[in-house]
């Protein structure tokens, strides 16, 4: 069944109907599937048909057959369908060119029940975070949630708890400057001072609803989101692998990996 298993969906599911009608029947023939087949692929699939009908399977049977591969096929393209590739690069041409703040907006803007950001690096976050800011004003009901990385203030001399304490209050004050505030956390190897074996929360990615994850080279700074080149991986419609993501930092926070920012 290798033509067959081959054909579009559109075509299994044309067969099938021609099958269960009577349209289709045997003796099978390279002139009795020209409706299907290229002129080149008639005589296979007509090779393919017999085989199947000399082992058993019936015209009902064949149907039934069919319209399966045919759902399987439009479930694979659906699934094909609903993950995109985020382009951010100056060329601005090409597939998948767009601007990684276009497609953060759409997504901020989707949001109905949870709302998770990881990133490492913050820049200018009164303007990046507005977007969050905007959707959980209308939407309170929002679970917003943030995975930071906070990391030494090497020109400050200031490390380990100090540096988190430095870093939350300026967090709070500047970057998320609003009265509601999210639950942040973040990975408190990432200020010591000397680290036996120096370690940072780097992940970046957003999760929508359990159900739409955007995995990312960029920071949540204007620069990654407009200007850089930066790649990205939009599934949509993919609660494996959004839960998997969210369930993931879940673990992280319930062991105790990530510690959550001072408020």
Not at 44 to 51: H, K
Request: glycine content about 4%; some cysteine; proline content about 7%.
């Amino acid at each position: 069944m290798k033509l067959i298993r081959s054909l579009p969906a559109s075509v299994l599911a044309s067969l099938s109907q021609a099958l269960q009608s009577g349209r289709l029947k045997p003796p099978y023939t390279a002139f009795a599937v020209a409706e299907w087949a290229s002129q080149i692929t008639r005589e296979s699939l007509a090779a393919e048909l017999v085989a199947l009908s000399n082992v058993g399977f019936t015209p009902a049977a064949l149907a039934i057959t069919f319209q399966a591969l045919a759902e399987d096929a439009m479930a694979a393209q659906r699934a094909v369908d609903n993950i995109q590739l985020v382009w951010t690069s100056p060329d601005e041409e090409g597939p998948h060119v767009r601007d990684t703040s276009v497609v953060v907006r759409q997504l901020l803007s989707e949001a109905r029940h949870s709302l998770w950001i990881s990133t490492y690096g913050v820049f200018n976050g009164q303007e990046a975070f507005l977007p969050i800011h905007e959707a959980w004003s209308v939407r309170p009901q929002i679970e917003v949630v943030m995975v930071l990385n906070i990391p030494p203030d090497d020109k400050s001399g200031v490390y380990g708890a100090d540096a988190i304490q430095k870093y939350a209050k300026t967090f709070w004050k500047y970057q998320w400057p609003w009265p509601e505030r999210p639950a942040v956390f973040y990975d408190p190897r990432g200020s010591e001072k000397d680290p036996h074996l120096p370690a940072c929360q780097h992940s970046k990615c957003i999760i929508i609803d359990d159900g739409t994850a955007f995995i990312t080279s960029a920071n949540f700074t204007e620069s990654a989101h407009e200007r850089n080149i930066e790649l990205g991986v939009l599934f949509r419609a993919n609660r494996q692998i959004a839960g998997s993501i969210k369930g993931k930092f879940e673990s992280l926070i319930a062991r105790g990996f990530l510690k959550p920012l001072p408020t």
